[in-house]
Structures are given as C-alpha cells and as structure tokens.
C-alpha cells in the first residue's frame, strides 16, 4: 500500500481521495473496535453474572446447611417443637426413606417402559411413532404440577388408594419417561448403522440384532438418561405435594403415606419456629448434594460413550 | 428439565431426519419383540391420553358452570366459592414475562460468551455449571428466595427502587412484611429459567457455519460486528426457539414462585406487591380444598396445560426451522 502511494504525486485529486478514504476508515475502525470491545465486555459480563446464583446458592446451603447435619438428622423422625423445647426439630429419617421409595418405586414404573418406548420410537416411522415423538417431547417440558393433579385424580381419587407412595411414585414416573423415551430414542439412533446391517448379514434376526448388538452398544446413552430422570425425579416437590400425603413414619409400603425431602423443605420453609427454618437448609443441602452426584454422574457415563463411540 | 437432554432434543432437530423405519416390517415378518415394543408404546400412548384425559375430566364441573367467573372472575373465596382465576392468570403472565426478559438479556451475553469467547478447553467445565445450575431442584431455589433474597429485598432493594421518581407507579410499595412480592418471584424465575434458554440458544449459536463467520471478519467487520449482523440473524429463528421454551418453562414453574410470590390472589400489577401464578396457587390451595375447588384448581391446571403445550410446540417449530434456515446457508 504505502509503496503504492509514494509513487503518486502527493496533490493529484486520486491521491486526495484516497487519503480521505483512508482517514474515514481508520476513525470508523477505531470506532467499530472500541463498540466491539464494549459489548464483548458486556457478554463477559453476563456470564459472569450468571455464574452469581450458582456460587452464592452453594455457598449459603454450605454456610447454613452444614451445622445443622448431625447423626439424629439422618436417624430419628421429626418432632413438632414446643415451647418448652423450641429446638427439638428432630431427623428426617422420614423423609429420606421415602425420597429413596418413591424414587425406586418410579424407577421401576419408568424406566423398563420408557426404554421400550424409545427403542420403539428409534425403530419406526409409523404415524403413531411420530405422534408418541411429539408427545414425549411435550411431555418433558410439561410442569410437574400437572403430574401430581394426574396422580392424585386417577390414583388417590378415582382408583380411591388414598395419599401413599405409590400415588407419588407414579406422578413422579410420569415425569420421568419422556425422558429416559427421548434419550433412549437418541442413544440407539447414534448406533452406526454398519453395526445393525453387519448383524443381519450374518443372519441373525432383527430381534436379536436389536437386543445382542444395538441395545448393548448404546446403553450407556440409556443409562445416562435414566440417571437424569431419576435426578429430576429427586428434586422435584409439586407432583408428590399433592399425592404422598407427608406421613411421619419411617415405612417402604407403597400404600402407606410417606414424605419426602423436597416436600418436608416446602413445610418447613414457612415455620414459625427458627429451629425448622434453620433445619431446612440442612435438608436442602442432602438434597442438592444427592442430585449433584447422579447428575455429574451422567456427565461421567455421557462421557464414557463418548469415548467408547470414538 | 436436564440440559443434556435439552442440547440432544436440539442436536436432533437441527441433524435433520434421521434414517430409520427398518423396523416397520409387514405384519408377516413380525416377531414376538416387535409386539412387545408396539405393546410398550401403546401403553405410554394410554398414559398420555390419561393425563390429559383426567385433569380435564376433574375439571369439567368448572367448564359446564363457571366458565366465565373462572376466567374473568378476580376473587377466590374458598371453600364455596366464586372461584376466580384472573389474578392467577395476570400473576403467571407477569412473572414469566419479566423472567423471560430478565433470562434473554443475561443469556443472550452468557451464549454468546460461552461459543466466542471461552477457550475449547474450557467450555466443557461452562457448561458443567450451566448445567448444575439447572440440577438444582426448584424448592432450592424457593428457599433461597424466601430466607435469603426475600429479607435483602425487603431491606435493600424495595427502599432503593422507589427511590426512583415515577417508580411507585409500576412498583407500588407495600411494605410487605417477608419482602416477597411478584418482583422477587419474577427474579427467581429468571434465574431458573437462564440455564433451559441458554442451553439452547448456545447449541443454536454454535451451528452457526463456520464459513459466514470467517468470511464476514476477512472482510473488515469487527468480532461485535459479526455477532451483531450474520450470527444473531442466522440463529435468529432458533433463539426464539429457545425464547418460547424458556417461557413455557416459566409458566409451570411450580414450588419456587409459591415460596416467593406471597400467595395473595389479588389482580396486581405493582410488581412489589404480593402475588401468585397458576401453577403456585394450585400447590398452596390444593391441600385444604374438597369439591368444587378441586375441580376449579384442576380446571386452573388446564389453562396452564394449554398455555405450556403451545409454547412447546412453538419452540419445537421454530428450532425445526432453524434447521431448514441452516440448510439453505
């Protein structure tokens, strides 16, 4: 460029414009750079901004839901604190047997039908595939509370089971099958399709290419996808507010009335008594620490069939 | 929702169709596997049809006689009645809303920061934390709200906002006693709903082609300058994807906007002033009620079906587009 322009006379008119255009295109440079370097900043921003809640979140349940951990949390049922004894809040033994019930009684209820289903989906095209396909997806997104008006209508009203854990299991399986159906859907899709067509071309039956080869090969997708729906299933309050009647007994009968965590932090937020609105942030913490684990566990599962697929 | 899942439902759509129906053998070749899978799918087919089916059967009382009072009517007066639901309806649509706008800003930034500025090696631990953020049950965040943001509210932010000239108008000042208010529900919301809208519109943002970028930089625009004129535009119709989603996802978040919005049912549009949305007001209300409440609150559960079901389908529509949008680049 600069060689360019010394060998032009310095006044000729072409010479002028183009200093012109130079001096105009540098200012706008500068401008644009300087807008640029603004609004990058800004996005920066945000996701700092983002990360706010996150970090403040853990450090209060750290803060407030440690201290309240000790052995008798874990062990003894609740009590209702007098003013006598203000803190006898007791355990939420209670709760956390009936966390893991109405979780494995779900479990059971979903996940064998949700992975049919997603093998169904991943294999056909019929019109009801397509249907089921675009059912499931709005099924996932569908607030929980609607599973728990679903459960308490058919189960604990209509089939008259009254509020127990297999009402709130069911809500919560509900909840949990589109999506164990989308990730199987996905995980047996993402198996090559060599693998399928090798196994037929050794004669094997579709049946069996599909359980001996595809399954096997994509289960660690389906297991990822369990592990995500039983750690929704976990956190969520709404469907078992309205169906497991929050029993204070210690019981893994799927008619009786149990509680569950969630819901025990719902009651307990609201207290009148210091010593439960403290308890909750302990509550709060097992529960954030045991959904943490199963969610960064399928992270780890996710990144397993990442590997074992390169 | 799990952003894995979230990220894979939009990997899907944006793939394109996928190769299948290998299995859709004619009758004869059937085997015993084949009826199992059909028997399955017919089975959650059931369920589905069930779940509709049942909330709108519960709450058909409520259509067949007070189909106005519940969708124009602003008091609730239990046990008897009239059941109105205004001030729930206007409470759901405030509160998303403003959680909608509170999400889209910060996550617009958030995407945006995450595909063009955080180095490859480090966006898997980003998006670890968006998506332990997204983990964490929403009676978590209720909590945090109430015992924690509700009392800083109360002392800080509710004096310093009507400080503001004209901000009693749109904030009112209630001196509530907790500091709960629709405005907190709303922040709450907000917060909650960032890690479903980000989720997305980073998915979106990263399938921008490589090439439009490359060549709109070759030709002197700024990194801004492509984001602003050939990134945003190209993802535009996926964004709002994203958007939709995020929304539905603000209507039916249940347990945190009970905690924080002070569950008053009163049509309320100063932000500082309790409140309560659909989803909230069914979970508080539902323990003490019998009849026909129970058939109102269920009839309240329809709406918000209908509202969240065609703002899924929206989003879903517009990502599918998005796709085709990618196609033709």
């Known amino acids: 460029m600069n060689d360019l322009s010394e060998l032009h006379e310095a006044s000729t008119p072409s010479s002028r414009m183009r200093d012109e255009i130079r001096r105009t295109s540098d200012a706008s440079r500068a401008r644009r750079m300087t807008v640029s370097r603004i609004m990058i900043l800004l996005c920066g921003l945000a996701l700092a901004v983002s990360a706010v809640p996150l970090v403040a979140l853990i450090y209060e349940l750290l803060r407030l839901g440690v201290p309240v951990i000790d052995k008798t949390f874990f062990t003894t049922l609740p009590a209702t604190p007098t003013l006598i004894a203000p803190n006898a809040t007791g355990g939420v033994s209670n709760a956390i047997i009936g966390t893991l019930v109405l979780t494995l009684y779900a479990s059971i209820m979903a996940i064998p039908l949700g992975v049919l289903v997603g093998v169904y989906l991943s294999e056909s095209d019929s019109k009801l595939a397509a249907a089921l396909r675009v059912i499931s997806q709005t099924m996932a997104g569908a607030p929980s509370i609607l599973m728990g008006l679903f459960a308490f209508s058919f189960i604990v009203h209509d089939l008259n089971v009254g509020f127990s854990a297999i009402a709130g299991a069911f809500a919560l399986a509900v909840l949990m099958m589109p999506v164990i159906i989308i990730s199987t859907e996905i995980a047996v899709r993402g198996v090559p399709n060599t693998l399928r067509e090798a196994g037929l071309a050794l004669g094997a039956k579709p049946h069996k290419v599909s359980l001996r080869i595809v399954l096997p090969a994509a289960i660690s997708g389906i297991v990822t996808g369990s592990i995500l729906a039983v750690s929704r299933a976990v956190g969520e309050t709404a469907p078992v507010l309205l169906t497991i009647g929050g029993g204070f007994i210690n019981s893994w009968k799927p008619l009786d009335p149990v509680s569950a965590l969630p819901l025990t932090i719902f009651e307990n937020a609201k207290s009148e008594w210091p010593s439960q609105r403290a308890q909750v942030w302990g509550i709060a913490l097992v529960l954030v620490a045991f959904v943490f684990v199963l969610s960064l566990s399928a992270r780890i599962w996710a990144a397993r069939k990442q590997r074992v697929n390169n | ?329």
């Open chain 2, 1 to 329: 929702m799990s952003e894995i899942l979230n990220e894979s439902i939009v990997e899907l759509e944006l793939q394109g169709d996928h190769v299948a129906g290998e299995f859709d053998t004619p009758a004869t070749s059937r085997t015993w596997y084949h009826y199992v899978l059909i028997a399955g799918a017919v089975i959650f087919a059931a369920v589905s049809v069930g779940f509709v089916g049942t909330i709108f059967w519960s709450s058909l009382p409520t259509w067949l006689h007070h189909t106005s009072t519940l969708l124009t009517g602003s008091a609730w007066s239990s046990p008897i009645g009239p059941f109105g639901g205004l001030a729930m309806i206007v409470g759901t649509l405030e509160t998303s809303l403003i959680a909608l706008v509170i999400a889209v800003i910060i996550g617009l930034g958030t995407s945006i920061a995450i595909v063009y500025m955080i180095p490859a090696r480090f966006r898997n631990i980003v998006a670890t934390l968006v998506e332990l953020l997204a983990a964490i049950p929403s009676i978590v965040y209720g909590l945090w709200g109430l015992l924690i943001l509700a009392p800083w509210m109360e002392k800080t932010v509710n004096p310093w906002l009507n400080s503001w000239p004209f901000a009693h108008e749109i904030f009112g000042n209630s001196g509530q006693e907790f500091g709960t208010s629709l405005l907190l529900a709303s922040i709450v919301l907000g917060i909650m709903i960032l890690p479903t809208f980000v989720a997305i519109s980073r998915e979106v943002i990263s399938v921008v082609p490589q090439d439009l970028v490359e060549a709109s930089l070759s030709l002197g625009a700024t990194r801004w300058q492509v984001i602003r004129k050939v990134v945003l535009p190209t993802a535009r119709i996926g964004l709002f994807g994203a958007t939709f989603l995020a929304l539905a996802r603000a209507t039916g978040e249940t347990v945190a906007v009970a905690l924080v919005a002070g569950g008053v049912a009163n049509v309320q549009f100063h932000l500082l002033y309790p409140g309560t949305s659909i989803a909230a007001w069914i979970a508080s209300e539902f323990g003490e009620s019998q009849g026909n409440e129970i058939a109102a609150l269920m009839a309240l559960g329809v709406l918000l079906m209908a509202l969240n079901f065609a703002l899924s389908l929206v989003s879903r529509w517009l990502v599918r587009r998005q796709r085709k949008v990618l196609a033709l680049v």
